[in-house]
Antibody
Framework: EVQLVQSGAEVKKPGESLKISCKAS????????IGWVRQMPGKGLEWMGI????????TYSPSFQGQVTISADKSINTAYLQWSSLKASDTAMYYC?????????WGQGTLVTVSS | EIVLTQTPLSLPVTPGEPASISCRSS????????????LDWYLQKPGQSPQLLIF???YRASGVPDRFSGSGSGTDFTLKISRVEAEDVGLYYC??????????FGQGTKLEIK
């Protein structure tokens, strides 16, 4: 069974760093792209970026380039999304999703709250 | 960057009645190599992660009821629900993958029951 299990909710202060995870199981992690999607409170879906764990090839949305870093550790079938300095505007739900010519499986989401 | 524009943004529907959501693209989503249309539809039910409904314009994902259908061509696309049920409430999004590995979503359409 394909599963993407994301790390738990986070509450952080502005300026802090954060790394959230997406652990994959039930498929060959290195053969599929993993994407990240943001959903701000009450808003729509925004594609952030995508990584191919097989060779770490990564593409970012222009809106998120330089704002976040996407990485993957193929030894533990886990993709990551990280921030070096959070802002209040990073408060959102973040989803990872497997790309197999479409986003066919999604994680349960990680809620990130940034507040002083 | 391809822009997707959905209409309407809010869609109140009486159970048993049909519903239709439009998605217009700023560029053609037809792939010249294979003729495939790289437009998908997702549904995000309240409190849940998005789920795939329709891929490649008109193919229903596994387990999706046949009351859902996708159609269109080039830059104009439509998601239709033949008879809306209470479980269909949520946010519907179109998404283009013509520019893979870059993607864009439409703004979302909120379907609610009257």
């Amino acid at each position: 069974e394909v599963q993407l299990v994301q790390s738990g909710a986070e509450v952080k202060k502005p300026g802090e760093s954060l790394k959230i995870s997406c652990k994959a199981s039930g498929f060959t992690f290195t053969n599929y792209w993993i994407g990240w999607v943001r959903q701000m409170p009450g808003k729509g879906l925004e594609w952030m970026g995508i990584i191919y764990p097989g060779d770490s090839d990564t593409t970012y949305s222009p809106s998120f380039q330089g704002q976040v870093t996407i990485s993957a550790d193929k030894s533990i079938n886990t993709a990551y999304l990280q921030w070096s300095s959070l802002k209040a505007s990073d408060t959102a739900m973040y989803y990872c999703a497997r790309y197999a010519d479409t986003f066919d499986y999604w994680g349960q989401g990680t809620l990130v709250t940034v507040s002083s | 960057e391809i822009v997707l524009t959905q209409t309407p943004l809010s869609l109140p529907v009486t159970p048993g009645e049909p519903a239709s959501i439009s998605c217009r693209s700023s560029q053609s989503l037809v792939e010249s190599d294979d003729g495939d249309t790289y437009l998908d539809w997702y549904l995000q039910k309240p409190g849940q992660s998005p789920q795939l409904l329709i891929f490649s314009l008109s193919y229903r994902a596994s387990g999706v009821p046949d009351r859902f259908s996708g159609s269109g061509s080039g830059t104009d696309f439509t998601l239709k629900i033949s008879r809306v049920e209470a479980e269909d409430v949520g946010l519907y999004y179109c998404m283009q993958r013509k520019e893979f590995p870059s993607f864009t979503f439409g703004q979302g359409t909120k379907l609610e029951i009257k």
